[in-house]
C-alpha cells in the first residue's frame, strides 16, 4: 500500500514539477490505457486498494444502515424517525 501510494505522489509531483507550457507541444491524444485481466499487476494493485478500502457502494452501504435501525430502549419514537428519514433521503 505504502509503495502505491508513494507511487502516485512521485507522479503528482512531477507533473506539478514540469511548466505548463514546457511539454505542450509533446501532448498528444491517445487511447486510454484499459484494464486487461491479463495484466497482473494492475490487478494486484487493485486488490490491494481494495483490501483497504473497499468498492464504493452508497446504496448498499444505507440499506445495511436501514437494516440494523432500532429503537433504543433509552430513546423515543422521534429520534428513529429521524434517523431513518436522514438515512432514506440518500437513496433519493
Same mark, same amino acid.
Given at each position: 500500500?505504502?509503495?502505491?501510494?508513494?507511487?502516485?505522489?512521485?507522479?503528482?509531483?512531477?507533473?506539478?514539477?514540469?511548466?505548463?507550457?514546457?511539454?505542450?507541444?509533446?501532448?498528444?491524444?491517445?487511447?486510454?490505457?484499459?484494464?486487461?485481466?491479463?495484466?497482473?499487476?494492475?490487478?494486484?494493485?487493485? @486488490?490491494?486498494?481494495?483490501?483497504?478500502?473497499?468498492?464504493? @457502494?452508497?446504496?448498499?452501504?444505507?440499506?445495511?444502515?436501514?437494516?440494523?435501525?432500532?429503537?433504543?430502549?433509552?430513546?423515543?419514537?422521534?429520534?428513529?424517525?429521524?434517523?431513518?428519514?436522514?438515512?432514506?433521503?440518500?437513496?433519493?
Amino acid at each position: 500500500m505504502a509503495d502505491i501510494l508513494s507511487h502516485i505522489a512521485n507522479s503528482l509531483n512531477t507533473n506539478q514539477n514540469s511548466s505548463p507550457n514546457s511539454n505542450l507541444r509533446e501532448t498528444k491524444a491517445c487511447i486510454s490505457d484499459t484494464f486487461s485481466s491479463i495484466e497482473l499487476v494492475k490487478l494486484n494493485n487493485f @486488490d490491494e486498494l481494495y483490501q483497504y478500502f473497499g468498492l464504493l @457502494d452508497l446504496v448498499g452501504e444505507v440499506a445495511n444502515i436501514l437494516d440494523n435501525l432500532y429503537i433504543k430502549s433509552s430513546n423515543k419514537i422521534s429520534t428513529y424517525n429521524i434517523d431513518f428519514i436522514c438515512y432514506i433521503s440518500q437513496l433519493d
